[in-house]
């Protein structure tokens, strides 16, 4: 998946915002299918189970399932054509998830190959949280970071003071 373009910056500011609000003793259901991030959190400590690559707009089984206190959903929820309804399924009171942000001089991702590698979705931040609150959920800390490259031309430059990741902490509204 990364073989010449491993995430480090992502992986990291996505572990420290992990370990700031989940003890490694909290169970974890991690969306969607074991992927580097699974390794980086049980090396981490953190218990970490996957759903198995059911299409989540349609199959809600696995959270239905799932006796895990925390749901984890790392750049998933773009690829859903609609993340209301699984959102809406948890049974865990606690949610860190991420998604990367739309960015206005760049067009939706599509991988023309694989056809789950998609993003349906672009959020921009207010609509995420939006999101979340129509399904439940009170966001109790967030943040946002950039993803510069090593390249020339005004897109990488852009890139470098544009936040291009999401992330927030959240918990079921009671």
């Known amino acids: 998946m990364y073989e010449t373009n491993f995430p480090n910056k992502r992986y990291a500011h996505t572990l420290d915002f992990l370990k700031k609000h989940i003890d490694t003793d909290a169970s974890i259901l991690d969306l969607g299918v074991y992927n580097p991030f699974s390794d980086v959190m049980a090396q981490q400590g953190y ?5 198995q690559g059911e299409d989540l707009d349609f199959n809600f089984s696995s959270v ?3 006796d895990a206190q925390v749901v984890t959903a790392f750049e998933i929820f773009e690829h859903m054509l609609a993340p209301l309804n699984i959102l ?9 998830a991420s998604i990367p942000l739309r960015l206005w001089f760049a067009t939706a991702y599509r991988s023309k190959t694989d056809p789950w590698d ?10 995420f949280d939006w999101l979340l609150e129509k399904a439940g ?3 109790i800390d967030r943040n946002k970071w950039t993803n510069p490259v090593k390249k020339i031309g005004i897109r990488p430059l852009l890139r470098s003071f544009t ?3 999401y992330i927030v902490y959240a918990e079921r509204i009671k």
């Open 47 to 51: 218990s970490v189970t996957n759903t």
């Open 88 to 96: 809406r399924e948890i049974k865990a009171d606690k949610l860190v």
């Open 137 to 139: 959920w009170k966001i």
């Open 64 to 66: 239905q399932n799932s």
């Open 118 to 127: 998609r993003h349906y979705h672009e959020f921009e931040d207010w609509q």
């Open 163 to 165: 936040p291009r990741y």
